[in-house]
């Protein structure tokens, strides 16, 4: 393949990757969105505007990431529970929220350098990740679903839907003060049963999440590399030839 190409495909993964929405059926996850934008609808659109990549994340700025609880219309809202999970070992978990949360419920969570988790600052909870990368999950009563959809069964489908603030929308969530949705806030929203037997409506659990970033898949970071790497030997091909 000639580096030309390589920089195409490079290129078209990237591009691709935001292609690949999640469809969500309904107006009740839209509604949510409206619901706690100030002065009108939200500027976000929950089918056209789906953050790619969304699966394994990284906490930014200060490491501590706060962590809102926004709505929740599943039918087994007093049973689900809400975390994080460490990417090499999906049986290595912390959970933030249990099924006894409310709307506008809060808490931050901190993941040090060696791994271990720290909530609210101050509290070691014992769990130690492998690294400070992590996905997102929801827990229910039967069966656990995780932000990379290649862990959720056979089918791997996509159980999360994330959303990045554009910094225009002025928002007010549940429990917290009027504030402008930001680009490094988060939205996260959750189908509780298995994509093909839902009504993928994704309004099981929806969280609010700051200052994290997804990190982006291994295979794009790669050809995109190798793309880079491609476009540099081009050019001093070329200066070469001169």
């Known amino acids: 393949m000639s580096f030309k190409k390589i920089l195409i495909a490079a290129s ?12 969500i059926q309904g107006n009740s996850l839209q ?12 500027s976000v659109d929950v089918n056209t505007d789906q953050a790619s ?7 930014t700025d200060s490491g501590i990431t706060p962590v809102r609880f926004v709505a929740e219309m599943a039918g087994n809202a007093s049973q ?18 249990s099924g006894s949360q409310t709307n ?9 350098g060696d791994g271990s988790i720290f909530q609210n ?13 992590f996905g997102f999950y929801i827990g ?36 917290a003060n009027q504030t402008t949705w930001t680009q ?13 037997r839902s009504d993928k409506d994704f309004n099981d659990m929806v969280i609010f999440v700051e200052s994290a970033k997804p990190v982006p898949a291994p295979t794009t970071l790669a050809l995109l590399g190798l793309g880079l790497a491609g476009l540099g030997f081009a050019r001093r091909r070329k200066n070469n030839a001169k």
């Open 53 to 59: 990549p969304d699966e394994i994340w990284e906490s």
């Open 140 to 175: 229910t009563p039967t069966t656990t679903f995780y932000s990379e959809a290649s862990k959720n069964g056979l089918d791997g489908y996509d159980q999360m839907v994330a959303f990045q603030g554009k910094g225009s929308d002025r928002i007010q969530l549940p429990g």
């Open 12 to 23: 078209l993964v990237i591009a691709t990757a935001g292609a690949n929405a999640t469809i």
């Open 80 to 97: 689900n529970s809400f975390g994080i999970y460490d990417p090499s070992n999906i049986n290595n978990f912390f959970e933030i929220f």
């Open 121 to 133: 600052v101050v509290t070691d909870t014992g769990v130690n990740f492998n690294g400070t990368t």
């Open 184 to 196: 490094g806030g988060w939205l996260l929203a959750f189908e509780d049963i298995l994509y093909s």
């Open 104 to 112: 506008g419920s809060r808490t931050v969570f901190e993941i040090m």
């Open 31 to 42: 509604g949510i969105l409206n619901d706690f934008t100030v002065g009108g609808n939200s």
